[in-house]
């Protein structure tokens, strides 16, 4: 990204921060009650809500900069952006389609990622800045329809759309990628593909209880959906198989104060054939599984809508095709810590990745092990604080703590600076 693209996205979050904080006479445009930053259009925006259609557009960016580093000298700053344009629309309000429904968001992805580089993060297996990647280009990232049957208990969705909108979810409130989003779609990345890529898939689910749902889906893997070229790629020509994810998801409610968290436990396994890391002579499939917890652990003051909540992700890996055999990440986010922020969120989460013994036995052999050493972990920790600028705005900086970049024995220990912005126009 040159140097003008940085200054015109950081002029703008500072700009539009101004505004949140001091407009107090705007009832619409920059309203700080506002959802959106360019207001309700006069009420037609609400308007065409109520006849079902929800038009969105988002902004996130991400800034980091190298702060120290154990053995490099050398420090970098990159910026990285996205924008997404989409259109939710209630098919029973429109055509008279009952539960049914239909999205279509368009994605579009600049600039360059601090930890491809900087010569102290060289290798990083997570990524300072979550919203780099999968080829800084325009992709239409939903095209789907989803229709319920049998009093809502069944619900089918078809179209173009990833695996981890609905499976292996997670929120993405901290700019470290191993701490946000699907991360299975992290560590087997070359055939489980995260937002913003899509293919072709189906996914049902079934509400066995108010509180518990299980779901099945088909995925197809098509490495063509990664080419730059390909962000519109609906032709099917290059698949090689398909990923099938189940997943079973709890919903809890704990405690005299009814504190609400969410449960999921999955597998999935590829029909592609993939080479064996000590064996490319020979293929095998991918699989693997994981486990998400998240759970409100106390109020404020009986107040639910703030309080502490804690996290978990974990997942595992097949060892004779994958390099990360699993990863963990745990954290903490406190909401409304501070009476006159109620809205603002401090949160810490800490991250290990786990390569797979193979790779360094076959590095061994091979007699490439690099000058860094054998692989083992690499950790990644992230504290943020959330400022709650407006409905519209939210400001996350951010300190990351990087070790072992790369999961080397001897590789580099680095702290990085960050600050992600995400804007609802």
Partial sequence: MNKSRVSWCFSLGVLTLSFGIQSVYAKDAF???????????????TALQAKGYDFSLGYTGEMATLLDAE???????????????????????????????????????????????????NGHLSSTQEVWGRGQTWRLTDFWIKKQFLDQKLDIKVGRFGEGEDFNTFDCDFQNLALCG?????????????????????RVKYNIRPDLYAQVGVYEYNPENLERGKGFNLSTDGSHGVIIPAEVVWSSQLGAEQLSGEYRAGYYYSTADAVEINHPEQNAHKQGGWVVVKQQLATHHGDTSRGLTGFMNLTVHDSKTNNVSNMQNVGLVYKGAFDARPKDEIAIGLARISINDDVNDSNIVNNSVDVRGLQSEEYDAEIYYGIHATNWLTVRPNIQYIRHVGAYKNGENAWVGGIKFQTVF
């Avoid at 309203?31 to 925006?45: A, I």
């Avoid at 560590?187 to 890529?197: A, C, L, S």
């Fill in 71 to 121: 053995h490099s000298s050398s420090h970098g700053t990159e910026y990285a952006d996205q924008f997404a344009i989409g259109a939710h629309l209630n098919l029973e309000r429109i055509l008279g389609w009952q539960d049914t429904e239909a999205q279509i968001t368009i994605t579009e992805r600049n600039g360059h990622s601090l930890s491809q580089t900087s010569n102290a993060l």
């Fill in 182 to 202: 699907s991360q299975v779609g992290n560590w087997v990345g070359d055939q489980w593909y995260n937002w913003p890529v899509s293919q072709w898939a189906a």
């Fill in 31 to 45: 309203s700080t009650e506002s959802p959106w930053m360019l207001g309700d259009w006069n009420g037609q925006r």
